[in-house]
């Protein structure tokens, strides 16, 4: 149980386009939805919060216009990318709590997205 | 503010044993999670703590001293496989994860 998907698992866009990242909760339904990137030899920097039909909450520094997030419903969030740069390129993981009274969260396997 | 450490990179032999520290201080403390990630994967859930003291599983085993900030991974009886970067992650007052610098562990044989 507790599995998380991602989609794509890599993607290759050109600067100044825009990419879509989804991220589903398949066996439960996820109370929040978090979004996290990590470069190369380094941790997980968390970009953003999101709870199911409210708006995404943006950690200090992160464009909140440029990486737009949607939870639509308690099964899926979407991170889009806008107008995207080679220094957004990175590797992009998802993670998903599930009831209210547990702290763990549950990641998707990553999108690794290369902005040429 | 929120800080979190670990060495940056331990080695050790196959079939030996490692401990690998995390000292945090944070403004709120719901847990520690340890976490295993092997490079371009997602994390893997290692342990939890929350209260005091040590959690065995397996070959792996994981300590919490909450006055002191402190916490470790033990990780007996070596494999290649172990080879991996192990990420430790405070619950803070809030459900984020506020997680460490990460450890990229090398084990030789």
């Known amino acids: 149980g507790a599995v998380v998907s991602q989609h794509p698992s890599r993607v290759i866009c050109k600067s100044g386009t825009s990419v879509k990242i989804e991220c589903r909760s398949l066996d439960f339904q996820a109370t929040t939805m978090f979004w996290y990137r990590q470069f190369p030899k380094q941790s997980l920097m968390l970009m953003a919060t999101s709870n199911e039909g409210s708006k995404a909450t943006y950690e200090q520094g992160v464009e909140k216009d440029k990486f737009l997030i949607n939870h639509a419903s308690l099964t899926l969030s979407t991170l889009t990318v806008t107008s995207a740069h080679p220094e957004d390129s990175s590797f992009y993981i998802c993670?998903?709590?599930?009831?209210?009274?547990?702290?763990?969260?549950?990641f998707g396997p990553g999108t690794r997205l290369t902005v040429t | 503010g929120q800080n979190i450490d670990q060495p940056t990179e331990m080695t050790a032999t196959e079939g030996a044993i490692v401990q690998i520290n995390c000292t945090y201080q944070t403004s709120g403390f719901n847990g520690l999670f340890w976490y295993q990630q092997h490079a371009g994967e997602a994390p893997t859930f290692l342990s939890y703590?929350?209260?005091?003291g040590l959690e065995e599983k397996g070959r792996f085993s994981s300590f919490l001293s909450r006055s002191k900030g402190y916490s470790y991974l033990l990780l007996k009886e070596l494999q290649m496989k172990d080879s991996a970067s192990y990420l430790c992650?405070?619950?803070?007052?809030?459900?984020?994860?506020?997680f460490g610098t990460g450890t990229r562990l090398k084990v030789l044989a």
């Open positions: 993670s998903a709590r599930g009831t209210e009274s547990s702290y763990e969260q549950y």
């Open positions: 703590n929350v209260l005091d």
């Open positions: 992650a405070v619950v803070s007052g809030t459900y984020k994860y506020i």
